[in-house]
């Protein structure tokens, strides 16, 4: 049965983090109608149903910031939300693990910050304690990270999908939103599916968020910048190289993790991923691109600042997307025993960089309110982990916003 064309809710995107948001609206605000309009013809079809499905702990992030604050709860709602729904995960653990003495002082960071942000469990491993939990990684120190988790969002996503329905609201897909008008009374969007009218409008559309929030009339001051992360997947043969997940220390100058392995709660390891500047929003494949998308890129002064500041790195990025074996070194820093021939091509996902005018990674979640709508317009990872929290999050601000009894 479609939706009705009036509506008091319309949320842009049934990606992870729109469905989350909608499940907490018709959770706490019943009466409300709620309707979530997606362009694909399934829901999380793009960084929910393309990440690599961890479930964070917390440990990486700016004490003060929303992720710091979010994550660490989340964490502990999302594992206790998949028990509830019986979906398929497991709190395996992480070694975060330094590969020489000059990394000693980025792994002490993130100690300090797993006291701050009180991430539980958290401990130092000297060197030869490393391969008691990862037999065969090697490094001067780690850090073992136990609450680190791992799922399938697009199933946790799917869930929220079918909690929305059952309260009331409704998920249309195929529904890409073309325009919208603001009046007095709220918006009409125009949709591939047809029109649609709003008291209230709730941008979650990811890789498409700064756009539907200028078709909104906003100035989220920001351009959304796609990064596609390239994996390799360990032959099965070779999976007993890794229990569980090993990462290094992050370059603090990004908000990147740097390659690293990860078990799937399939079974399959992947290594990866590496961070190269895609010219297409949805660009999956090396050979994709999109006209637009790269006019409006190539034409926004803080991409080119941002190109100017860290240049080396995106060529080398490009390097290592190009050269399996450069991209095996890499790894070999974590897991020496790992060979060009254990590893083969696996999947891709994009990440929407949110890059300001002057050339800055925003590295925070970052929610627009403006009148009658709201709009989410960055929230890299980990939004997937934090999802239901944050989810609960943008409710709150709605409902201040919007004036919901």
């Known amino acids: 049965m479609p939706p ?23 959770n706490k605000f019943p009466r409300l109608r709620v309707l979530v309009l997606e362009r694909e013809s399934e829901i999380a079809q793009h960084q929910t149903g393309r990440n690599s499905g961890v479930i964070h702990s917390g440990i990486y992030y700016r004490p003060g910031s929303l992720k710091a604050e979010l994550c660490v709860r989340g964490a502990a709602a999302m594992v206790q939300f998949c028990r509830q729904h019986a979906i398929p995960h497991e709190v395996c653990g992480k070694l975060i693990v330094a590969g020489c003495e000059a990394e000693l002082p980025g792994l002490a960071e993130l100690e300090r910050r797993a006291v701050v942000n009180r991430v539980p469990g958290v401990r130092r491993l000297p060197a030869e304690e490393i391969r008691e939990f990862e037999p065969h990684a090697t490094g001067v120190a780690a850090l073992l990270v136990p609450g680190t988790g791992i799922v399938k969002f697009a199933e946790v996503a799917a869930r929220y999908a079918l909690n929305v329905k059952a309260k009331g609201g409704e ?19 125009e949709t591939s599916a047809g029109p649609f009218q709003t008291s209230s409008l709730i941008n979650c559309a ?27 997947v360990l032959r099965p043969e070779r999976r007993g190289l890794v229990r569980a997940l090993i990462y290094p220390v992050p370059d603090p100058r990004f908000p990147f993790l740097g390659v690293h392995f990860t078990r799937r709660i399939t079974g399959e390891v992947e290594a990866g991923p590496n961070a190269v500047l895609a010219l297409k929003r949805e ?6 691109f999109n006209f637009r998308d790269s006019v409006e890129l190539l034409g926004y002064s803080g991409f080119w600042h941002m190109a100017k500041r860290f240049w080396r790195t995106g060529a080398y990025e490009a390097w290592r997307s190009a050269n399996k074996r450069v991209f095996v070194r890499n790894l070999q820093r974590l897991v020496p025993e790992l060979q060009e021939g254990d590893v083969e091509p696996g999947g891709s996902g994009v990440r929407a960089q949110a890059v300001a005018p002057d050339g800055g990674l925003l590295d925070d979640f970052y929610f627009l309110p403006q009148g009658r709508a709201l709009h989410v317009c960055n929230v890299p990872s980990p939004a997937a982990t934090a999802s239901l929290v944050i989810g609960e999050r943008i409710c709150e601000i709605a409902a201040r916003q919007f004036d919901w009894q």
């Open 206 to 232: 990811g890789l498409q968020a700064d756009r539907i929030a200028r078709m909104a009339g906003a100035n989220p001051k920001l351009q959304l910048v796609p990064f596609r992360g390239e994996y390799y």
């Open 171 to 189: 998920v249309l897909t195929g529904a890409g939103v073309l325009a919208i008008n603001a009046s007095s009374e709220g918006f009409a969007l």
């Open 283 to 288: 660009g999956y494949r090396k050979t994709d």
């Open 4 to 26: 009705s064309n009036r509506t008091d809710v319309i949320i842009v995107g049934a990606g992870i983090v729109g469905l989350a948001t909608a499940q907490a609206i018709t």
